[in-house]
């Protein structure tokens, strides 16, 4: 099992950026994938959530409506298409296995075990 996240970047106020997160070895009846960002100085936040159960979505308050998560058809990549970026939006982007419980979103299990990919930047900055 395995997750590995790219397409950060430095990206204007206003502008968009693509991030992909190759995922591997998930059953998908089982498959629930999401991201999560670390600003300097700040905690962890949880950004967006996709499972497998009827494709649920989720987002946190900062994002909706500039941000979209999907996948790819063979569940094979998660993307999160960031539009409208903001200086706020600067941090180290992750993705994870997630779940949702009443709309929250959290970092999840898969059978047992969190997982992780390698964080890429994001640097929104005029």
């Known amino acids: 099992v395995q997750l590995q996240a790219s397409g950060g970047g430095l990206v204007q106020p206003g502008g968009s950026l693509r991030l992909s997160c190759a995922a591997s070895?998930?059953?998908?009846?089982?498959?629930?994938i999401g991201w999560f960002r670390q600003a300097p100085g700040k905690e962890r936040e949880a950004v967006s959530c996709?499972?497998?159960?009827?494709?649920?979505?989720a987002y946190s308050d900062s994002v909706k409506g500039r941000f979209t998560i999907s996948r790819d058809d063979a569940w094979n990549t998660v993307y999160l298409q960031m539009n409208s970026l903001k200086p706020e939006d600067t941090a180290v982007y992750y993705c994870?296995?997630?779940?949702?419980?009443?709309?929250?979103?959290?970092?999840?299990?898969?059978?047992?075990?969190?997982?992780w990919g390698k964080g890429t930047q994001v640097t929104v900055s005029s």
């Open positions: 996709l499972t497998s159960g009827g494709d649920t979505t």
């Open positions: 070895g998930f059953t998908r009846q089982y498959w629930a």
């Open positions: 994870a296995t997630c779940t949702l419980r009443s709309g929250s979103i959290s970092v999840g299990y898969y059978f047992g075990e969190e997982y």
